[in-house]
């Protein structure tokens, strides 16, 4: 990939590697086709800088957690924000979706744990 201007804080690979997902202190999050290095598509939304993300396992959903105190549910196909869960009190460093896609957890600077389990599609 090219060298970028972007200051990254977390990347992910989809399940099937076909692409990479990066968080950076931008405030955004990078959607990029990792056999070219070309960015597919940018989603701007936090307010802060995204530490962390994770791609659901069909490939149609990223998730970011942000400096914001903020998760927030993408669609990878045309970039939409389905959804922004709320509840932490400092930055969400981690966070991670188990393998059947129903659950999210997340893990932030205030302490706690949380699990979440938002309805997709």
């Not at 998730?63 to 969400?92: A, P, R």
Request: aromatic share 6%; glycine share 10%; proline share 4%.
């Amino acid at each position: 990939m090219p060298e970028s201007s972007y200051r990254f804080l977390s990347l992910a690979f989809s399940p099937d590697t076909q692409i990479l997902a990066s968080g950076s202190e931008d405030n955004t999050i990078k959607i990029w086709q990792p056999g070219t290095g070309n960015i597919i598509r940018t989603l701007e939304g936090h307010s802060g800088s995204v530490h962390s993300v994770a791609i659901t396992s069909d490939n149609k959903i990223l998730v970011s957690g942000s400096e914001d105190q903020t998760i927030k549910l993408w669609e990878i196909e045309t970039g939409e924000e389905i959804c922004t869960l709320t509840g932490h009190t400092g930055i969400v460093y981690s966070v991670a979706i188990s393998p059947d896609n129903q659950t999210i957890v997340s893990g932030s600077q205030d302490g706690t744990i949380k699990i979440w389990r938002p309805v997709l599609g």
